[in-house]
T-cell receptor
Framework: EAGVVQSPRYKIIEKKQPVAFWCNPISGHNTLYWYRQNLGQGPELLIRYENEEAVDDSQLPKDRFSAERLKGVDSTLKIQPAELGDSAVYLC????????????FGPGTRLTVT | QQQVKQSPQSLIVQKGGIPIINCAYENTAFDYFPWYQQFPGKGPALLIAIRPDVSEKKEGRFTISFNKSAKQFSLHIMDSQPGDSATYFCAASTRGWGKLQFGAGTQVVVTP
């Protein structure tokens, strides 16, 4: 079974530029999460999707961050414009069904904003 | 507000030793406590998890001890190997809440 796929793996951009990250969850997993992991810290949730509906986006900085999950499968997380403080690893995770505890993470996208 | 506090920040043990990582939580509604292992450049991988109705769970060389009254849980790595060198994160969640609340992580180094 293929795991969670994320791309790109690394991204370097200048501040004020836009950037987008893509995630393909494990096949059949309806719940999808985006987390941000700052250096030396644990992941922190940005947004959770149940199918195509964003059910928890309370931690998403909506002035510059946006996300979508069209058709309830792939998801894209966008930052526009990026700031220096956005440098982090952006992780995508999925679970097989709503209410399931186990979350399976992708390898992440390491973003560096210069 | 840090809902899950993890210690120590780093740990060095010799091969065969037993690194122990501790976590404490405040929210009594938490009912799921997983441990994740993360290697550099990789995403966190689910290692082992426990529910509050048991006090201990073993999977291979990894053991979780859980103390509900103290609101604490810990990870023991038995017979540690250099390949166990990684960062370990404890976490907590509740059914329906959806998100995992992670600790800050413990970098474990196992020397040959």
């Amino acid at each position: 079974e293929a795991g969670v796929v994320q791309s790109p793996r690394y991204k370097i951009i200048e501040k004020k530029q836009p950037v987008a990250f893509w995630c393909n969850p494990i096949s059949g997993h309806n719940t999808l999460y985006w987390y941000r992991q700052n250096l030396g810290q644990g992941p922190e949730l940005l947004i959770r999707y149940e199918n195509e509906e964003a059910v928890d986006d309370s931690q998403l900085p909506k002035d510059r961050f946006s996300a979508e999950r069209l058709k309830g499968v792939d998801s894209t997380l966008k930052i526009q414009p990026a700031e220096l403080g956005d440098s982090a690893v952006y992780l995508c995770a999925s679970t097989p069904r709503q209410g399931a505890y186990e979350q399976y993470f992708g390898p992440g996208t390491r973003l560096t904003v210069t | 507000q840090q809902q899950v506090k993890q210690s120590p920040q780093s740990l060095i043990v010799q091969k065969g030793g037993i690194p122990i990582i501790n976590c404490a939580y405040e929210n009594t509604a938490f009912d799921y406590f997983p441990w994740y292992q993360q290697f550099p450049g990789k995403g966190p991988a689910l290692l082992i998890a426990i529910r509050p109705d048991v006090s201990e769970k073993k999977e291979g060389r990894f053991t979780i001890s859980f103390n509900k009254s103290a609101k604490q849980f810990s990870l023991h790595i038995m017979d540690s190997q250099p390949g166990d060198s990684a960062t370990y994160f404890c976490a907590a969640s509740t059914r329906g809440w959806g998100k995992l609340q992670f600790g800050a992580g413990t970098q474990v180094v196992v020397t040959p």
